[in-house]
């Protein structure tokens, strides 16, 4: 099968740089990244939610502007070099993505770690991690708080998402005397997704129901059915579990209190398979080049790829 010279100049003069400026982004976030966010004592501390999201989306804009549009700009469109350029600049940028997303959450839990601690007391003496295996708690059931987020989303906002969130302080011994201020919490969560489109009156009865039915829960949950802790990291999740906090003890809390979710099953599972992914982006995204290429035409050439024409 013989396949055209101009297609191969085509793809030599889009797909190198695209995998240079592509890899070079990548590792240039997570450098950034570690840095600044992830050390054990970091600067910054900023929402894991805008990291495995919006950081990923915008962050390419800037290379893809600098390094990859003025190879576009040399190739020839029949619908215009604008549109067409504005095409392959959204075609790097969805293979940046599909690289940068799956890569963020890789990181998440890359540098994270699991301690091992008698009870919550030793936390602070220790370093910053984000997992926790605490051996002797106890949870005050008779101290909690609530408290509930509403998201609309979906193309058309049809969807309703509604969450959850419980707290309860964590002691060190069932027969400790609260003397201070907990700042240990036991967080859980609920979610649950209905219909944006019913009426207000449907969605109320819908939501109150769902409340009703988590509080159920709680007042049989078992605290010490878990694996480990997570120590919640700057995100959506702990700003909500703080606003629980904040209403159980009906005073303002601020970064000193520590939010601790139970999790379940084995730790060297989160994450798995982000790599992958990863790699698998950066072939969708090639893979898309390969068929955007085969219309446009070299703009000016030089001399020695002329010859292989």
Request: charged letters at 20%; hydrophobic letters at 45%.
């Amino acid at each position: 099968m013989r396949v055209n010279p101009n297609y191969l100049l085509k793809l030599k003069r889009i797909l190198i740089p695209f995998a240079i400026v592509a890899w070079g982004t990548l590792l240039t976030l997570a450098f950034i990244r570690w840095w600044l966010f992830l050390d054990k004592h970091p600067i910054l501390e900023l929402s894991e939610d805008l990291w495995q999201y919006w950081i990923p989306a915008i962050f390419p804009w800037l290379p893809i502007l600098v390094w990859l549009k003025p190879r576009f700009d040399t190739l020839e469109y029949k619908a215009g070099k604008n549109h067409g350029s504005w095409q392959m600049q959204c075609i790097a940028w969805i293979g940046m993505i599909a690289m940068l997303i799956p890569s963020q959450y890789y990181l998440t839990t890359f540098n994270a770690k699991l301690l091992e601690v008698k009870n919550v007391k030793e936390i602070s003496k220790q370093e910053r991690v984000r997992y926790y295996r605490i051996n002797e708690f106890a949870v005050y059931k008779f101290i909690g708080g609530v408290h509930y987020t509403l998201w609309k989303n979906g193309k058309f906002n049809q969807n309703l998402d509604i969450d959850i969130y419980f707290v309860n302080p964590i002691l060190t011994h069932k027969k400790q005397f609260i003397t201070m201020t907990p700042r240990y919490w036991y967080g859980v969560t609920f979610h649950k997704r209905i219909s944006n489109l019913n009426n207000q009156q449907t969605k109320q009865r819908r939501i109150k129901a769902f409340f009703d039915e988590c509080v159920k829960k709680m007042q049989t949950y078992d605290y010490y059915k878990l694996d480990y802790f997570e120590h919640k990291p700057a995100s959506d999740d702990r700003k909500h579990f703080r606003i629980a906090v904040q209403y159980a003890l009906r005073k303002p809390v601020n970064n000193d209190f520590v939010i601790l979710q139970p999790r379940k099953g084995p730790l060297e599972l989160r994450g798995s398979g982000k790599i992958a992914w990863t790699f698998g982006g950066f072939a969708f995204g090639v893979m898309l080049f390969m068929l955007a290429l085969i219309k446009p035409r070299l703009e000016n050439p030089p001399m020695d790829e002329q010859t292989l024409s």
